[in-house]
């Protein structure tokens, strides 16, 4: 015990001056270090090794009792006051579960709020209380924008924001049954809360929040969110710092494709209109291919897929089995048969066309199965220059140069993971589109700043980040 106080204390004292105070001698403590572990250590260091593997099958949350009974399963058999002083000499300790702490007391005797509305709280079925409690704001609010426009009131309490807005969230969550003035003067107008059969705006139209009405809800994919979409544009030069050239503010449920043309307009404002646009798939459509050609833009990106069910099942003919005349603008099926009609369909957001087939001929045509299962064959067309301009870019598409070129695009992913992650892109902290625009500004003008400065200090790019699994499914298997 006392070479061992000595081996611990000499790196603040010499070996001398602590054989001196503890009684030791030097010799006896030099011979001591020499000396070979007793087989009492031999066995530490053995059921050390295997205290340390059972703490860390309980991810650290075992104490030495715990251990102790499992260490018999290793044909171990060892007293807990010893597994506890291994534990305790090498720094090894059980995390302990945080106690529950009771944060509310369901016994108060506080007294009860009364009932001042003295409304009436219990229910018979679902939802009941909770729809008549929204028609009853319904009326009130509509009895107060009454007062408002009535003919005797002043003029100028109409023009007042806030009574603007909550005129425009009454008429979007509320309807009247009848229009037709009460019986009575004391009679309550009729109010609904809008459900799915009376019908509610678009998103783009619908007030989201009376603090801000320029916000409005939006989805995309598993995503929700009110607010705004920024755009982010940055150039992709070899050699050259990846600097952002532009950022475009949008309403959440503007789609990206309709964002594309200001985007455009605002880079050739500023001339760096790019020679080759990289942009996601929710960019490219074929109008948008048609309309960046013409300014001389090449829009690159993975092209809308076709959506037929023979291309799906990978089975039948398709629009492109089918000879197109388009000045004729007649169709021929495999089969030889022309189609009967050929018009446009405005139907649809976009344009297009409907190309339809003669019902007698499609009944009796032996390749029927592998055309349509429906009367007869239908084909929905795009303009022919969108047409020409999508089958072009499908077809680009697969070619290997599509994939090195576009791989260039993926530094863009990383900008607006920099930008959410570092500088809280996806935060807006004030009210109105400007404002969160100029927002999305300056964090822009910031990263700008920072890629310069590595740049100028030769900090290459950074790579791609793998995930463990991925390397590892990477790596290449030993023969």
Known sequence: MTFRLIAAAKADFSVT???????????????WRSRPASPRQREDLVLLAHVRSALARSHGTYGSPRLTRK??????TVGRRRTARLMRENGLKGRQKRRFKRTTDSHQAFPVAPN??????????????RQAHAEQ??????????????????TWLRHIPAVAVLRQVWLQNFCLLSEAPPARPEALPLIRWRTDQEGFPPSLLMVASPYDPEVHYARKQSTIWIGYKVHLTEACDEGEPHLITHGETT???IVDCDA?????????????????????????????????????????????????????SGEGFTVQDFLLDWDREVAICPAGHESRSWGPDDHQRRTALKVRFSTTECRSCPLKTQCTRSGRRLLTLRPREEHETLEAARQREEQLAFSKEYRQRAGIEGTISAGV????????????LAKPHLQHVLTAAAMNLVRIG??????????????AFTKLMMAPTPA
Not at 71 to 76: A, F, K, Q, R, W
Request: net charge neutral; glycine share 12%.
């Open 137 to 154: 704001i319904g009326r009130d609010g509509h009895q107060w924008l009454a007062a408002i426009m009535a003919p005797g009131a002043a």
């Open 454 to 467: 590595a740049w100028m200090g030769g900090t290459p790019l950074a790579q791609t980040r793998q995930s």
């Open 260 to 312: 594309l043309d200001d985007i455009h307009a605002a880079l050739e404002a500023k001339g760096l209109l790019p020679a080759t646009h990289l942009v996601d798939a929710g960019d490219v459509a074929a109008d948008q291919l048609v309309a960046s050609r013409q300014k001389g833009i090449t829009l690159l990106g993975p092209a809308p897929k076709d959506d037929q069910g023979q291309v799906r």
């Open 116 to 129: 001042l509305l003295e409304q009436d709280f219990s229910a018979v079925g679902p939802n009941q209380k």
């Open 71 to 76: 260490l018999p399963d290793e044909g171990l």
């Open 17 to 31: 001056r602590l054989c001196q105070v503890l009684g030791g001698s030097q010799s006896g403590s030099f011979a």
């Open 251 to 253: 309403p959440a449920p």
């Open 421 to 432: 992650r570092v500088l809280h892109l996806q935060r807006s902290r004030y009210i109105g």
